[in-house]
């Protein structure tokens, strides 16, 4: 924090992202991760968000969902926001007007190559006066790619290149890790759990959570009336959503949360479960 205004750096950089034991893909990411780090902020603040380029070539970085002004919202070539060339840096600064929700950066350039290398991250606008409503709050982001050079069936540990041109995908993961490399989400008896789902890639997802019903509180960022809300056990995570999913704790155990796609729950097709998958653990 500086004479009112919160810094934030980002790093656009290759990255080594081990997404099971022994298996590293060459990704590209932020701050030396994919997904990069989750952004916090509140409703008035007045961010700068200074953003390195250390790729190849050129890229930019959108705000998804957040209402910028226009030579902020890093698209450049549709908007007035610049693009950000390799070894260069360009300052987003803008007014976070977006009442408390969960969101979404990613790069706008060349989408189909750099946003399918790993260029995602969150951005959360915090709600200041929640008063103890809910005691766990977790982020997902999920992501799929193509790992070069893999078996039939399967994986072998080493470091492999993505082809971010084949939707032939057979890696899915959760916070940039497959099952059972995903970390669980730990709860206790009693507790108001919230899950925030994001999607920025390509597929869509049914998300489904076992042994519990949840109310969906939130779409895109914007809260849901307590009279309108539905209540599911599976949630369509399409390319471009996030949705807010809560849930009492009320079912000790330990439950899987995963894609409901069949070969999403795989790694590289092995008989052994995988993929898009992790669990709600109790404690």
Not at 6 to 33: C, D, M, T
Not at 82 to 95: C, V
Not at 142 to 159: A, I, L, S
Not at 160 to 188: A, Q, S, W
């Amino acid at each position: 924090m500086k004479n009112g205004v919160k810094y934030f750096e980002l790093i656009a950089q290759p990255v080594q992202r081990e997404i099971l034991p022994g298996l590293y893909i060459n990704a590209w990411g932020y701050n030396g991760s994919t997904p990069g780090p989750t952004i916090h902020v509140h409703t008035g603040d007045y961010v700068n968000i200074r953003v390195y380029n250390r790729l190849p070539e050129s890229t930019s970085v959108h705000w998804h969902g957040l209402d910028v002004p226009n030579v902020m919202d890093g698209a450049p070539g549709m908007t007035s926001s610049p693009e950000i060339g390799p070894g260069n840096y360009f300052d987003y600064q803008f007014q976070v007007t977006n009442p408390p929700g969960t969101h979404m950066y990613h790069a706008h350039m060349d989408a189909m190559r750099q946003e399918m290398m790993g260029l995602q991250g969150g951005l959360i606008i915090l709600e200041p006066n929640e008063l103890g409503r809910i005691h766990r709050d977790y982020f997902l982001m999920f992501q799929e790619f193509h790992v070069d050079k893999q078996p039939m069936r399967g994986y072998t540990p080493g470091v492999y290149d993505l082809d971010p041109h084949n939707m032939d995908y057979n890696f899915f993961t959760i916070n940039g890790r497959c099952f059972p490399n995903t970390k669980p989400l730990e709860v206790c008896t009693g507790e108001n759990v919230r899950i925030r789902l994001s999607n920025a890639m390509e597929t869509a997802h049914p998300i489904h959570l076992h042994g519990h019903q949840f109310y969906v509180t939130a779409s895109d960022g914007n809260t849901i009336s307590p009279g309108q809300r539905l209540l599911k056990n599976n949630i369509l995570v399409a390319s471009g959503d996030t949705w807010d999913i809560e849930f009492l704790a009320n079912n000790p155990g330990q439950w899987p949360l995963h894609c409901h796609i069949p070969h999403h729950m795989t790694n590289n097709m092995s008989k052994s479960g995988g993929g898009m998958m992790t669990t709600v653990l109790y404690r």
